[in-house]
């Protein structure tokens, strides 16, 4: 690539453009993930190819069951839609090293075997009619190229390899019109950006498409961080991404995948944990062969999306990850004035809901769902919400969202050196344990 700028200076760009670029993501929250490709038709494992050492040829077999039914990519985009999801990663391309796309470069791809059909091009249409960001997933490890492996060990692979993986990449952000994300995968064998010529590849990439975001597995910082099967804040963008299968990311072709699946509660659940770190939630779902999905994704996620409506879309945006108090059976996210009472439990007994810690004076409480305002007490100790009606709980998930309006943006005991303030109450007055001289 021509002009091609060094690490510093490249990262120094990335950064000066990245608020404005990642302004829709950050307020977006909620993606979904679809793992598809070859594994989809096996149905155990997405590494099942290299786990099980499959023979090359024998493994490619399977591209001839490979028959995603015209108008899944829609009906994937529609779920999503429904559940309250902003945007969509698809694998464009796995470690299996099979392209869903019309690809000059690799002829083993969906065009040429399988559906016939660019399942790429049909993503990006579905994606545009219900208003999703798109994401293309690309994979830097590949078992089927003859190079994938060598140029871990040989500079005239690596070369090869990675001019390769260079021109893949051309291809996804050349054809398919404006895409908002970049998911890279997998650098391996190679563990360093110089090996795979991150620095130009990301460069041209930037060059075609520069207003996509991409995330760190290239092995450049780029624009987020991705911990994986796990909610990790990474002080810095973030984006936790989960899959609905627990032990697998592709279909799972077993009657005992279900133990393994989230319910709508679970799912709600993680949202409030990515929430209140500022992060976003990848949730993965593996369609099977045909391009379906499982039923045990489907009734979860739309009664997630009616709940995510219940309560008008309080989920999007960004909150402060200092200013969150966790409350046992109720969890708080705050936004300027305004705090969100995530009530995970309905009390039977008086019922009464206390929030401690807030240092601001209460205005107002109300459920989230229908305005109504709640009864409150405020005193130097605690918030209390109380007659509170068992009509009042959410009919939906049981996870009611609760609204307080302060005299202004909000603030509590426990912030700096009181962070365990509300814990140990006698912090809120300074007294701290001094060591004797």
């Not at 493994?59 to 591209?63: L, N």
């Not at 893949?168 to 054809?175: A, D, G, K, T, V």
């Not at 709940?307 to 008008?312: A, D, L, T």
């Not at 109380?386 to 709980?393: A, H, I, R, T």
């Given at each position: 690539m021509?002009?091609?700028?060094s ?10 453009t ?6 829709w993501w950050?307020?977006?929250r909620f993606g979904m993930?679809i793992?598809?490709?070859l594994?989809s038709v096996y149905g155990k494992?997405e590494?099942?190819?290299a786990?099980?050492?499959w023979?090359?040829?024998e ?5 001839y069951d ?20 902003k945007?969509?990663v698809l694998?464009t ?6 392209s ?6 690799n ?11 660019d399942i790429v091009?049909?993503?990006v ?11 293309f ?5 590949d078992?089927?190229h003859p190079d994938?492996?060598?140029c871990?060990?040989d500079?005239e692979a690596r070369i090869r390899?990675?001019?390769y993986?260079?021109e ?8 398919y019109?404006k895409?908002d994300?970049l998911?890279?995968?997998v650098?391996q064998?190679m563990?360093s950006f110089?090996?795979?010529n991150?620095?130009?590849l990301?460069q041209m ?11 760190n597995?290239s092995?450049?910082?780029e624009?987020f961080?991705t ?12 984006e ?27 799912i ?6 990515v929430t209140k770190?500022s ?9 099977k ?7 045990e ?9 009616k ?6 879309g ?6 402060d990850?200092?200013q ?5 059976t109720?969890?708080l ?14 009390p039977?007994?008086d ?12 205005k107002k409480?109300?459920?989230l769902?229908?305005?109504?305002e ?6 130097e100790y605690?918030?209390r919400l ?8 959410d ?5 009611t969202?609760?609204c307080?309006?302060?005299?202004g943006e909000v ?9 365990h303030?509300t814990?140990?109450p006698?912090?809120n ?6 060591k004797?001289?």
């Open positions: 021509n002009n091609l700028l690490k510093t200076e490249y990262e120094r760009c990335v950064a000066e990245r608020d404005e670029r990642m302004k950050r307020d977006a993930f793992h598809l490709g594994y494992h590494w099942a190819m786990m099980e050492n023979p090359i040829e493994y490619a077999k399977f591209a490979f028959l995603p039914q015209e108008g899944c990519c829609r009906e994937w985009a529609k779920l999503a839609k429904q559940a309250g999801m945007y969509m694998t391309r796995h470690h299996e090293g099979f869903l796309w019309d690809s000059k470069v002829s083993f791809n969906s065009v040429n075997y399988g559906p016939k059909r091009e049909e993503f249409q579905a994606c545009r009619e219900f208003d999703l960001k798109i994401g997933y690309s994979s830097l490890m078992w089927h994938g492996g060598a871990a060990f500079q390899f990675s001019k993986i260079m893949l990449n051309r291809e996804l952000m050349s054809n019109g895409i994300i998911w890279y995968d650098a064998p563990e110089e090996g795979w991150s620095l130009e990301n990439v930037r060059s075609l498409q520069p207003d996509i975001i991409i995330n597995r092995l450049l910082e624009d961080q911990p994986e099967g796990r909610i990790v804040p990474a002080g810095r963008d973030w936790a991404c989960m899959t609905f299968n627990g032990i697998s990311w592709g279909y799972l072709d077993s009657g005992r995948v279900l133990p393994f699946s989230h319910s709508a509660q679970q709600v659940r993680m949202l409030y944990e770190e992060g976003n939630l990848l949730l993965n779902i593996g369609p062969a045909d391009g379906t999905i499982p039923e994704a489907i009734e979860p996620l739309e009664a997630v999306g709940w995510v409506k219940e309560y008008h309080f989920l999007y945006g960004r909150t990850a200092k969150i108090i966790y409350h046992g109720s969890n996210t705050y936004c300027d004035n305004k705090a969100y009472v995530w009530n995970f439990f309905w039977e007994k019922r009464t809901i206390y929030i401690a810690g807030i240092q601001n004076r209460l409480a109300y459920f769902s229908d305005r109504k709640i009864a409150f007490k405020q005193d605690r918030i109380y007659d509170l009606s068992g009509e009042e709980e009919r939906i998930l049981g996870i969202v609760i307080l309006e302060f005299d603030t509590y005991w426990g912030r700096g050196l009181n962070r303030a814990r140990y006698q912090l007055y300074g007294m701290v344990y001094q004797e001289r």
